[in-house]
Nanobody, 124 residues
């Protein structure tokens, strides 16, 4: 089992920045690829970003490319999502997920463990 706890969400004005963190515990963190997803009210959950077990490979949704950066610190068993130039449409609950592979990518069904999420609200 892997337990994931997100933090860092909050209320921010459009154009601002936030950094989300996802602390993992349980099994060896470095064995897992990690991802960030989000779900806005009334919408399906969507992929945001993914990172390989080593951190050497990353992948982003087109909607966040160039604005968001995913990273990980295996020594701290934490994955981060740096969000810059936030837009109103970034408002959502953000979830981190762990997949039992060196690389998982954007397919949510391939992730094995999920956190409970953290709310990000972008205001005008």
């Amino acid at each position: 089992q892997v337990q994931l706890v997100e933090s860092g969400g909050g209320l921010v004005q459009a154009g601002g920045s936030l950094r989300l963190s996802c602390a993992a515990s349980g099994r060896t963190f470095s064995n897992y690829a990690m991802g960030w997803f989000r779900q806005a009210p009334g919408k399906d959950r969507e992929f945001v970003a993914a990172i390989s077990w080593s951190g050497g490979m990353t992948y982003y949704a087109d909607s966040v490319k160039g604005r968001f950066t995913i990273s990980r610190d295996n020594a701290k068993t934490t994955v981060y999502l740096q969000m810059n130039s936030l837009k109103l449409e970034d408002t959502a609950v953000y979830y981190c997920a762990a997949g039992s592979s060196s690389w998982v990518g954007r397919a949510s069904t391939l992730y094995d463990y999920w956190g409970l999420g953290t709310q990000v609200t972008v205001s005008s």
